[in-house]
């Protein structure tokens, strides 16, 4: 019960934290009214920042998913072309995260991290489709446990956030629902794959690293 109410927080969330602490000290020598809107605030970034343990089903003929949120396009794409695999069909899954979500990351299948590739951009609305094209984002190609095929997984900064935190190195393996990084405020994170049947649908909210994404 503790956990639930006062969960860990990422440390990235550190910084903020203490800054709006501070702040929030401040102000309430000199407006209460004020003080108390920073209080709300910092409660926000408290939670926003939580990291929670997650507990997925270590069963790699599913794919979890990388980010909490809503499931907002599920559709059939070209791979993305930074990875050159723009000649390559996928179905792509979209998870829009909002602010009050978790930001926390997570790798949908046990594999290897082949390829890490970060590109910066714009900070579009993350939920329009374009987003994809052309915000900052970081890519992981990853090379799933029995070797026979590679997922990607795309993290997308959005509207008001402005930094990607990747957590993880090229040629590292890693288990099923393992972070990988967040984004701070507000974003998207897509996941590409083949193979395998769709479970999830558009509208359907989603946690990272438990709710069940595709299946072979």
């Known amino acids: 019960m503790f956990n639930t109410i006062f969960p860990k927080i990422h440390k990235e969330g550190y910084k903020f934290l203490a800054i709006s602490i501070l702040t929030t000290f401040v102000v309430l020598f000199f407006s209460k009214f004020l003080g108390l809107i920073l209080i709300l605030v910092t409660v926000w970034i408290y939670y926003f920042f939580r990291d929670p343990d997650r507990y997925s089903i270590n069963e790699d003929k599913f794919l979890v998913s990388p980010a909490d949120g809503l499931i ?68 992981f190609k990853v ?23 990747c957590e993880v190195e090229q040629g590292q393996d890693l288990k099923q629902g393992e972070r990988i990084g967040m984004i701070r405020f507000g974003s998207r994170v897509d996941i590409y794959f083949k193979n395998k049947k769709v479970l999830a649908k558009i509208g359907q909210n989603v946690v990272a690293g438990e709710s069940l994404i595709a299946s072979e």
């Open 72 to 139: 907002t396009d599920i559709s059939e794409r070209s791979g993305p072309e930074e990875l050159r695999l723009e000649n390559t069909t996928f179905t792509r899954v979209s998870v829009f995260m909002n602010v009050f979500n978790c930001h926390v990351n997570r790798i949908p299948t046990s594999g290897k991290i082949e390829e890490i590739y970060y590109k910066p951009g714009k900070f579009l609305n993350a939920s329009l489709d374009k987003a994809s094209e052309e915000n900052e984002r970081n890519y």
């Open 143 to 165: 090379k799933t446990s029995n070797g026979n095929e590679e997922i990607i997984i795309v993290q997308i900064a959005g509207l008001i956030a402005r930094r990607i935190v």
